[in-house]
């Protein structure tokens, strides 16, 4: 998650849609979805300000970098919003509606837009202010410091559920698009949009399919954040390498499955924050590549070795 790059576009576009729906006659609607992402956004500020003073009983305070990038995320979504709204309230008051067309087609388009960037947008500030503070260590200890088994049951099923939810919103905007047009057009039109539909449907359900498995494990995910699995790993020297089943940490997880940060006998020795992960495991394949736990001390529990790249300790974890 970068807040101050990826965010503040997903901000920037909320904004614009929000502007384009009220120019466009759908001022009420663009009011309202502005007050929704403000409501929700404040919700999880809310509960992030919760996760930061459970933080701070214990000890935890918000490092610089992490409070700097607070203040940004917090204009972001103040700044969306109430762009959104006074754009929406001025063109409600004096009429302004240059963009008020007859064809369905821009009216889908800019509703489109809105609906996909809100969903996105809403979901990283489900990343930064629900996910982040607990596997960062912020609200208290991190997955690296705590390993008992279940301890991150509720953490990992909503990492998977909003990023789920938000990609399938972003798909069915895709395919809705053209659905609602051979909803309202006539002729020959009416079986070119639908086989537009159907394309994007097929396409977009083979592309983004982890969602659906992503969906499941919200449920019953097959492993958690701060697990350890086996993976494959390349072993040095020349010509043909051989592979080696290793212990791997499991850093995050998202549709497209969990990613991993290589232990060498079950310790993390290598550089400190030097790379976010050293791969990713599919999530149709986590349930095989999990590892027994073992009766081993969490990998963190005598300090910080680096293992966990969203770690309170790494200023460049959001950059």
Partial sequence: MEPRYSMSAFAAVVAVALALLSLAGFAEAAAWTAVGVFAVSAALFAESLRLLANGRRVGRESPPHRQRLDRIVVIQWVGSSFTGLLVALACAHWGVEPLTTTHQLVDALL??????????????????????????????????ELAESGAWKYT??????????????VYLVVIGIPSYMSNVTSGQEIYAWAALATIL????????????????????????????????????????????????????????????????AGRYVRGKFTDKSDGNVPNHKLAAAKAVRN?????????????????????????
């Avoid at 596997?135 to 208290?140: K, N």
């Avoid at 990992?156 to 919103?169: D, Q």
């Fill in 201 to 264: 449907a097929v396409l977009g359900g083979y592309i983004l399919r982890g969602m659906f498995v992503a969906v499941w494990f919200f449920l019953k995910p097959p492993v958690l954040v701060g697990d350890q699995i086996f993976v494959q790993v390349p072993q040095e020297g020349d010509g043909d390498v051989e592979m080696r089943r290793q212990r791997a940490y499991v850093l995050d997880v998202s549709i497209q499955g969990a990613g991993y940060k290589i232990l060498d």
């Fill in 156 to 169: 990992t099923c909503i990492w998977y559920f909003h990023r789920a939810l938000a990609t399938a919103l």
């Fill in 111 to 144: 509703i489109g837009l809105c609906a996909g960037s809100v969903g996105v947008f809403l979901s990283s500030l489900v990343d930064w202010y629900v996910i982040l503070p607990k596997v960062s260590g912020l609200s208290g200890p991190a997955p690296c």
């Fill in 295 to 319: 009766s081993d001390p969490p990998i963190c529990a005598q300090g910080c070795t680096g293992v966990n790249w969203y770690c309170r300790c790494n200023p460049k974890a959001y950059d």
